[in-house]
T-cell receptor, first 115, second 112 residues
Framework: DTGVSQNPRHKITKRGQNVTFRCDPI?????LYWYRQTLGQGPEFLTY????????KSRLLSDRFSAERPKGSFSTLEIQRTEQGDSAMYLC?????????????FGNGTRLTVT | SQKIEQNSEALNIQEGKTATLTCNYT??????LQWYRQDPGRGPVFLLL?????KEKRKERLKVTFDTTLKQSLFHITASQPADSATYLC???????????FGAGTTVTVRA
């Protein structure tokens, strides 16, 4: 179990630029989640994949956000035309197949700062 | 609307004492509740899961209770140590069992 890996750890970008983050989940986990966390708040659900299928996307997610999980392995989260309000920690998590209520295994996040 | 509320104030306690954190929820009917620990700049780490039909769960110095009538969970850290200093998050399932909703967390500082 090598853990969930996220890259980059930090990203500073100017407003209007596009950014892409990568998540490598634990290899035997088929469920993958993206969450966003701002200071003093808990993680907020963004989207969920089971294998390569994106099964849900939060209404909070504008159409500037897109996530993919090709071949059911790693995932990318892209934010187009970034805004200052996008500044946050973006967390990826994965969980085991087969059982409901499986705990989430989180990566250490990508901290995005939009200037 | 749905709400998950944790202690609004940070908790400062003396080493060796018991820390008690609360998680209250409104307009949820969770089948289970999870507690996570988060250190600064890191992702949350799973600690304990308790199901709706379980009153209490223990793991080492941690104890969680779940009262579906009061819509509340209590999280206890007994014989606290400075290494227990962190933010603790509670999380509930929603209608879709794969998606968790998190509270804002309670920050605990244990003084030596």
């Amino acid at each position: 179990d090598t853990g969930v890996s996220q890259n980059p750890r930090h990203k500073i970008t100017k407003r209007g630029q596009n950014v892409t983050f990568r998540c490598d989940p634990i290899s035997e986990h088929n469920r993958l989640y993206w969450y966003r966390q701002t200071l003093g708040q808990g993680p907020e659900f963004l989207t969920y994949f089971q294998n390569e299928a994106q099964l849900e996307k939060s209404r909070l997610l504008s159409d500037r956000f897109s996530a993919e999980r090709p071949k059911g392995s790693f995932s990318t989260l892209e934010i187009q035309r970034t805004e200052q309000g996008d500044s946050a920690m973006y967390l990826c998590a994965s969980s085991r197949p087969g059982t409901n209520n499986s705990p989430l295994h989180f990566g250490n996040g990508t901290r995005l700062t939009v200037t | 609307s749905q709400k998950i509320e944790q202690n609004s104030e940070a908790l400062n306690i003396q080493e060796g004492k018991t820390a008690t954190l609360t998680c209250n929820y409104t307009n949820y009917s969770p089948a289970y509740l999870q507690w996570y620990r988060q250190d600064p700049g890191r992702g949350p780490v799973f600690l304990l899961l308790i199901r709706e039909n379980e009153k209490e769960k223990r793991k080492e110095r941690l104890k969680v209770t779940f009262d579906t009538t009061l819509k509340q969970s209590l999280f206890h850290i007994t014989a606290s140590q400075p290494a227990d200093s962190a933010t603790y998050l509670c999380a509930l399932d929603t209608l879709n069992d794969y998606k968790l909703s998190f509270g804002a967390g309670t920050t605990v500082t244990v003084r030596a």
